[in-house]
């Protein structure tokens, strides 16, 4: 039986392979060429894992890069190392890129190659011949590189040189990193760098303003002038223009600003303005032909003015004029000012105002009161308090006048040669020790009004006043309002 099996084999086998069908090559392919069989069986692909390695793509997206775990895409690098898809080094349109983030060899993370300044600069402003002509261009520059600084200390100096600049816009600054922004001209002659505000009149323009929280860090050296907003001006009156109220220099809103001693304000309705918060250092500032206030805090604005110099104040058409004034919660600090010639009063605060006014100098030429006389050297009202300690009050009409709640402490203070009284306390109340009171034309001291007036060590510093040393009202009535007896401490 066995012999048998294998030719059996043998004639089943053809009759199996005639059962499949033999391929056939199509004739159009051959070995040679782009599509030729020796070209697709040389490809030869390194696949691990479905990750390729050491690909090379000629006139493509990459030349000899190893990617291992990450995806490029659209990029154009020459040799890189990606792992895990973190470029680790490589060169980007010539420039090397490494590990340790720089290009170049300059670390991506320094502020000077990101656009960011980290060093001082000078903008420097002159009539022909410097990069800037005109001050304002210069100013916002300076504001623009200080947004951009990011180190603790650099400033952006705008250096004027000597001239006269007519700018028709206000300089406003509401960015915080304004703190590094200054602004020079010549600090030993400022009248040499004049400033004309030409915009002012219509439009109630001011000259450099931080607003809204923003800052200036530093102004200094030049004279500003308000174009215009004055209609008219004589020995005894100021008239201004409508809707040319503007400021010189002001903090509003939290603002911040900081002016040297260098500066001289003409012209403007507000020489030095702190409103709203605004907060202002300006020692040594002088405010010259102002309107309604000289050098003002109002609405919870403070300023530190230790040593200025405010005259001639006057808005003669609404009766307003004072060289300093604190009012609606402002404060001022003007140690060692001095103040001449107001419509109104040298020195007031009212509604909430609180002033500091020790070693001050009121009425310092031979006239106080703008044009006669007709101003109070200290005038409080609703709340006002004023300390004016070791100063000099004199050719005022009233040296000190108490109003309505107002408190004035005059220790150590001269009051002499007023066209009224030396001190009215007509419902306020003045308090004070070893102060000298002579040759006023009216009373020493007045109280009226349910005023009271407490002074100690002071009657033998009283003397030479027309009218007599002590004048206390008794209780009345007056527009159909009772009031009782006012009452006056001496000793």
Request: aromatic fraction near 8%; charge should be negative.
């Amino acid at each position: 039986m066995k012999k048998y099996a294998v030719p059996a084999l043998a004639l089943l086998f053809p009759a199996v392979c005639a059962a499949q069908s033999i391929p056939q090559m199509d004739r159009r392919v051959t070995l040679q060429g782009p599509t030729g069989l020796n070209w697709a069986m040389s490809l030869k692909a390194d696949a691990t894992n479905g990750v390729l390695a050491n690909p090379t793509e000629k006139n493509g997206t990459y030349t000899a890069p190893s990617i291992s775990g990450g995806t490029l895409t659209n990029s154009t690098l020459d040799n890189p190392d990606i792992t895990n898809g973190v470029l680790q080094q490589s060169t980007l349109k010539g420039v090397s890129i490494d590990g340790m983030s720089t290009i170049g060899g300059v670390s991506i993370t320094n502020p000077a190659w990101l656009g960011f300044k980290t060093s001082n600069q000078t903008l420097n402003v002159c009539n022909s011949g410097c990069a800037y002509s005109t001050i304002h261009e210069a100013f916002y520059a300076a504001l623009s590189l200080a947004h951009w600084a990011l180190d603790s200390t650099s400033t952006f100096t705008v250096q004027i040189a000597d001239g006269t600049y007519n700018e028709a816009w206000q300089m406003v600054s509401t960015d915080p990193a304004g703190w590094r922004v200054r602004v020079i001209g010549n600090t030993s002659s400022p009248q040499n760098v004049v400033i004309n505000f030409t915009n002012v009149v219509g439009n109630n323009f001011g000259g450099y303003s931080a607003n809204t929280g923003g800052q200036i860090g530093y102004i200094d050296g030049m004279t500003l002038n308000a174009v215009g907003a004055i209609s008219s001006q004589t020995s005894s009156a100021i008239h201004w223009r409508s809707n040319s109220k503007g400021a010189g220099i002001s903090a509003i809103g939290n603002g911040v600003v900081q002016v040297g001693p260098h500066m001289v304000i003409n012209g403007f309705y507000y020489g030095l303005l702190a409103d709203h918060g605004g907060y202002m250092i300006a020692d040594g500032v002088t405010v010259h032909n102002a309107g309604d206030v000289g050098i003002f805090a109002k609405f919870g604005g403070v300023m530190r003015c230790q040593g200025c110099i405010s005259t001639y104040t006057a808005d003669s058409d609404n009766s307003l004029g004072s060289n300093y004034m604190a009012e609606q919660g402002g404060h001022l600090d003007i140690d060692g000012a001095k103040s001449d010639q107001a419509l109104y009063a040298g020195v007031a605060a009212i509604t909430g105002g609180s002033v500091w006014a020790n070693g001050t100098t009121l009425g310092y030429a031979t006239t106080g009161g703008f044009g006669g006389r007709g101003a109070w050297g200290v005038w409080v009202l609703n709340g006002g308090s004023v300390q004016i300690e070791n100063s000099t009050i004199a050719n005022f009409y009233d040296g000190v006048h108490a109003q309505a709640g107002g408190s004035v402490d005059v220790s150590g203070t001269t009051i002499h040669q007023n066209n009224n009284n030396g001190i009215t306390a007509d419902g306020g109340v003045v308090r004070g020790f070893v102060v000298s009171i002579t040759d006023n034309v009216g009373y020493g001291v007045q109280a009226t009004h349910m005023g009271a007036i407490e002074l100690y060590q002071t009657f033998s510093k009283m003397s030479n006043n027309t009218a007599g040393n002590v004048s206390q009202n008794p209780a009345g009535t007056e527009n159909g309002a009772s009031y009782g007896v006012a009452s006056i401490v001496l000793e």
